[in-house]
């Protein structure tokens, strides 16, 4: 079955950066796109970006342009999401969530989930 | 970029039928759109439930019970997630989404649903 394994929580400090890994199994990499959604405490659901290990080809939601970087490892089908210049208010879970492969666009539904890496920005 | 609104809260009893909203904004319209449903409870991460598009364009997370299925009122703007035969399980948030272009997507805030 489909598996979405994410990396351990994380203490940051303001104003450095995190990369939070997401390891794929029991599906085929390449088919599919993998997003990165994130929740802040108590809040809503908030998508970051996504990518296409296929194609390489990412996009990026527009409020995290250039503090973003997605990133993917067909070798070990890993994908990858760097966040930097960190505030507290980037305090949160941050998902991996296998999304589709639509053209070279990264499409919705995303329908498997890894269980969320929290990351905490604490000075 | 177009957010969609959903009511903070919403309750409903057991084996009643619970309807959810996800109202887009009105410059665009929901019959442009599939509308993606998600359910989250406390300390998980969310689940796909289904999405809508129209009665002939619609489809079903894998393992979502047939009691959950999606609607939508065009005179209103908004797509509907219709919970039939409330359970205790059903108690969650419900987060909606919209593909509005090629470059992203987008959640509604989520709505609270209380089964009392």
């Known amino acids: 079955q489909v598996q979405l394994v994410q990396s351990g929580a994380e203490v940051k400090k303001p104003g450095s950066s995190v990369k939070v890994s997401c390891k794929a199994s029991g599906g085929t990499f390449n088919s599919y796109a993998f997003n990165w959604v994130r929740q802040a405490p108590g809040q809503g659901l908030e998508w970051m970006g996504g990518?296409?290990?296929?194609?390489?080809?990412?996009k990026n939601a527009q409020k995290f342009q250039g503090r973003v970087t997605i990133t993917a490892d067909e070798s070990t089908s890993t994908v990858y999401m760097e966040l930097t210049s960190l505030t507290s208010e980037d305090t949160a879970v941050y998902y991996c969530?296998?999304?589709?492969?639509?053209?070279?666009?990264?499409?919705?539904?995303?329908?498997?989930w890894g269980r969320g890496t929290l990351v905490t920005v604490s000075s | 970029q177009p957010v969609p609104t959903q009511p903070p809260s919403s309750s409903a009893s057991p084996g009643e039928s619970a309807r959810l909203t996800c109202t887009l904004p009105s410059d665009i319209n929901v019959g442009d759109y599939n509308i993606y449903w998600y359910q989250q409870k406390p300390g998980s991460p969310p689940r796909y439930l289904l999405y809508?598009?129209?009665?002939?364009?619609?489809?079903?997370g894998s393992g979502v019970p047939s009691r959950f299925s999606g609607s939508k009122d065009a005179s209103a703007n908004t797509g509907l997630l219709l919970i039939s035969g409330l359970q205790s399980e059903d108690e969650a948030d419900y987060y909606c989404?919209?593909?509005?272009?090629?470059?992203?997507?987008?959640f509604g805030g989520g709505t609270k649903l209380t089964v009392l």
């Open positions: 969530a296998r999304g589709q492969n639509y053209g070279d666009h990264v499409a919705p539904p995303f329908d498997h």
């Open positions: 990518i296409i290990p296929l194609f390489g080809t990412t």
């Open positions: 989404m919209i593909w509005p272009s090629s470059s992203y997507v987008i």
């Open positions: 809508y598009h129209s009665d002939l364009d619609k489809g079903q």
